[in-house]
């Protein structure tokens, strides 16, 4: 059953809303953690991820690993700013980094919505120090004054 059709069973907006968090959460989410760490030698730009496994919309599939990584997408980004970056995978295999606001906290960074039919694997916050601007897919995420952390997810969070 579609998430549409689930949506419009309820007259009020709290429970279509709830009805369809429980379905996303349960029928798509990571099975087994991505291991997210920052790319192999010459891809340190990147983000590596685990072999996996996930599910979307309740059919499972596996990600096979990648050392050398994914690119990060994304304006740039100032610093002294927090900016969280989203890592999901479609029922490809395709994995797809979106790009969070800025922000001058960690706290007010937030993650940016997960694109339609994607699985969450995790996330990398990036902390810019550097006294210049990150670029995202260019800036190695080991060089000085970049903080990355790195989050695996089973389910998009609440915030």
């Known amino acids: 059953m579609s998430t549409t059709?689930?949506?419009n069973a309820f007259k009020w907006e709290e429970e279509r809303t709830a009805v369809e968090f429980l379905h996303n959460n349960f029928l798509t989410h990571c099975l087994t953690s991505a291991g997210l760490?920052?790319?192999?030698?010459?891809h340190k730009a990147k983000v590596a991820?685990?072999?996996c496994h996930y599910a979307i919309n309740g059919v499972i599939y596996?990600?096979?690993a990648n050392a050398n990584g994914t690119a990060l997408a994304g304006g740039v980004q100032a610093t002294g700013t927090y900016c969280k970056y989203l890592?999901?995978?479609n029922a490809s295999g395709t994995v797809t980094i979106t790009a969070?606001?800025?922000?001058s906290t960690a706290t007010e960074a937030t993650l940016p919505a997960l694109p339609s039919a994607n699985c969450p694997l995790g996330y990398v916050q990036i902390y810019n120090n550097s006294g210049s601007n990150f670029t995202p897919g260019t800036t190695d995420l080991d060089a000085s004054g970049i903080t990355a952390t790195y989050v695996n997810l089973m389910v998009m969070p609440t915030e």
């Open 5 to 7: 059709l689930i949506r």
């Open 37 to 42: 760490t920052i790319g192999a030698t010459g």
């Open 49 to 51: 991820n685990a072999a």
């Open 62 to 64: 596996t990600l096979s």
């Open 87 to 89: 890592v999901s995978v």
């Open 100 to 103: 969070g606001v800025p922000a």
